[in-house]
């Protein structure tokens, strides 16, 4: 049994690069797939980045996926920042037999 | 095109029962695993229950578990939760979600594919 663990909030200006962490509370980040998704506003969430670091196609090369074991932690790079790319994001990952999604970070492009 | 539709969200009584379903359509419904998210207001997301591709096998959230059923009939390409004892807190948007990869895996695979939602509130 695991916690994701997001940031509730980020933000920064077109043009410039934003990452989102994803903390796991026990266990190796690096044990189980991390997705990460994104919801615009009255909207379904889709995915970004799958199996840590897989892009679906469609999803500009912008965003990328990382795991970093030493700080067990997943993260979500947003490079070149556009409006549109402001949302919420959620990551996500598994145990046993239950999904797990974090508390999800919402971004602002100022 | 593939596409989830969510139906049969409502008013319910605190105690009473709802049963929601999910249209698949422009895929093998059949060969993939299928979940139920849900999103009380303002709040982030919830994963409720899943089901593999064959009905095989059935997972749930602590928070549903022994309230909430989910079964599927592929021969109709429908998904469904037949939810009992509401409480004040299921009150959420209930999304169906498709895996990425058809086949019995559940975990691990994620959610590529999610319909518009069904809105479940109880209330008295």
């Known amino acids: ?110 | 095109e593939v596409q989830l539709v969510e139906s049969g969200g409502g008013l319910v009584k605190p105690g009473g029962s709802l049963r929601l379903s999910c249209a698949a359509s422009g895929f093998t419904f059949s060969t993939y695993s299928v979940n139920w998210v849900r999103q009380a207001p303002g709040k982030g997301l919830e994963w409720v229950s899943s089901i593999s591709s064959i009905s095989a096998y059935m997972y749930y959230a602590d928070s549903v578990k022994g309230r909430f059923t989910i079964s599927r009939d592929n021969a109709k390409n429908s998904l469904y939760l037949q939810m009992n004892s509401l409480r004040a807190e299921d009150t959420a948007v209930y999304y169906c979600a498709r895996g990425r990869k058809p086949g019995m895996t559940i975990f691990g695979v994620d959610m590529a594919v999610w319909g518009e939602g069904t809105t479940v509130t109880v209330s008295s």
């Open chain 1, 1 to 110: 049994n695991f916690m994701l663990t997001q940031p509730h909030s980020v933000s920064d200006s077109p043009g410039k690069t934003v990452t989102i962490s994803c903390t796991r509370s026990s266990g190796s980040i690096a044990s189980n797939y991390v997705h990460w998704y994104q919801q615009r506003p009255g909207s379904s969430p889709t995915t970004v980045i799958y199996e840590d670091n897989r892009r679906p196609s469609g999803v500009p090369d912008r965003f990328s996926g990382s795991i970093d074991s030493s700080s067990n932690s997943a993260s979500l790079t947003i490079s070149g920042l556009e409006t549109e790319d402001e949302a919420d994001y959620y990551c996500q990952s598994y145990y046993s037999d239950n999904q797990v999604f974090g508390g999800g970070t919402k971004l602002t492009v100022l």
